[in-house]
C-alpha cells in the first residue's frame, strides 16, 4: 500500500522544525535526507513522511483536496497532537472530535498549509 507520502516546501528547514517535533510525538524520527527532502518515519518498512522542494524548481505549492493523515492509538493522543501542531504555528481545520462510526479526529494546516489530520478508530 502506501510506502511515502510527500508535502512540497519552500522552507525546508522551517518544515523540520516543524516535522521533527509533531512527528517524535508519535515516535518517528528522520530516516532519510539531503539537502532537497526528509523522510521521518518509525522504519523503513513502514510508510514515511517526506517533505521536498519541487524537483523542477518551482515554487511549492498546496493541494485543493489532498490531506495527510496520521493514526494513533487513542483520543489523547488526538487531542495531544493536534494541540502541538497549533503550538509549533500550524493552523486549526477542526477541533478534535467525534466525527461518527467510532472515528475520532482533528484537521490542521502545516505553517506551509498542507492540511492534515490525526485519528483513531473505535
Known sequence: ???????GSNDL?????FYDALLGELGA??????GRY???????????LCVITPFDGAPATIGNGGMVALVVDGRDK??????????????????PGDRGGGFYAGYFRDPEGHKLNVFCTG
Request: no cysteine; net charge negative; proline share 2%.
Open 29 to 34: 524520527t528522520r530516516l532519510m535526507e539531503t
Open 78 to 95: 488526538v487531542d495531544r497532537l493536534h494541540a502541538k501542531a497549533l503550538a509549533l504555528g500550524g493552523s486549526d481545520e477542526g477541533a
Open 1 to 7: 500500500m502506501i510506502g511515502y507520502v510527500t508535502l
Open 13 to 17: 528547514a522551517a518544515a523540520a522544525t
Open 38 to 48: 526528509i523522510f521521518w518515519g518509525v522504519s523503513m518498512q513502514q510508510p514515511s
